[in-house]
């Protein structure tokens, strides 16, 4: 279970990092109503999380429950929504979460 969250943390840390690269490139980006209509429509998926990322973006996953198909999207102060990344075998885990700097 800790290799798969290790994982999981490390691939969206990379999915962050190449968001500024994408979303420079214009790729795989539309207006936030369009991206999460098509998401929900197309693949039923819905908001699961959300944080904020570097320049005030908002860095969002979207998953189905029942087929397990997942997207992480960035949106711009703009409203402009980029995906980033998406998958498959989505996993809700609802975990303790553990303090930094204590290992278990």
């Known amino acids: 279970m800790k290799r798969s969250f290790l994982a999981l943390s490390l691939g969206v840390g990379a999915c962050v990092l190449f968001a500024d690269q994408a979303i420079g490139q214009g790729r795989n980006c539309a207006d936030r109503e369009t991206v999460v209509d098509r998401l929900a429509e197309g693949y039923g998926e819905s908001r699961q999380s959300m944080g904020m990322g570097a320049n005030n973006s908002v ?8 087929t397990g198909t997942w997207t992480i999207t960035v949106t711009l102060p703009n409203g402009q929504t980029c995906l980033v990344a998406s998958g498959q075998s989505f ?14």
């Open 91 to 104: 996993e809700r885990l609802d975990e303790e979460l553990t303090p930094a700097g204590i290992r278990l």
């Open 59 to 66: 860095i969002e996953i979207f998953a189905s429950i029942e």
